[in-house]
């Protein structure tokens, strides 16, 4: 599984609020049987939080914010429907990421 690979949100549940997950953990651990992910979303239901802590990522050509101080663990098996990559995006998921843990 590649980092920043953009997940489909197949849980029924939750897959109207959080239509995505991106894949944040490093290839290089790979045995681990869980996967890092951060839910997006396409309304940010408080707009107090920061920018730099929900950046804006375009998919398909529509808006979703990234919401990650929402930052969780899946498992593997969970992200079965991958939809692309948003590698393009990684200086903001790293700095998002970054600042929720050392507010810089």
């Known amino acids: 599984m590649e980092q920043f690979s953009l997940y489909i949100n197949t849980d029924e549940d939750t897959n109207t609020t959080y239509p995505y997950f991106v894949d944040v953990q490093t290839e290089m651990l790979e045995a681990l049987t869980s996967r890092v992910v951060i839910p997006l979303t396409t309304v940010l239901s408080n707009r107090n939080l920061p920018t730099n802590i929900c950046p804006k990522i375009d998919i398909n050509g529509q ?42």
């Open 63 to 104: 808006p979703f914010y990234l919401l990650t101080h929402q930052i969780t663990t899946v498992s593997r098996s969970f992200l079965s429907k991958q939809e692309g990559s948003i590698t393009l995006n990684r200086e903001d998921i790293i700095n998002s990421i970054d600042f929720l843990f050392s507010g810089i």
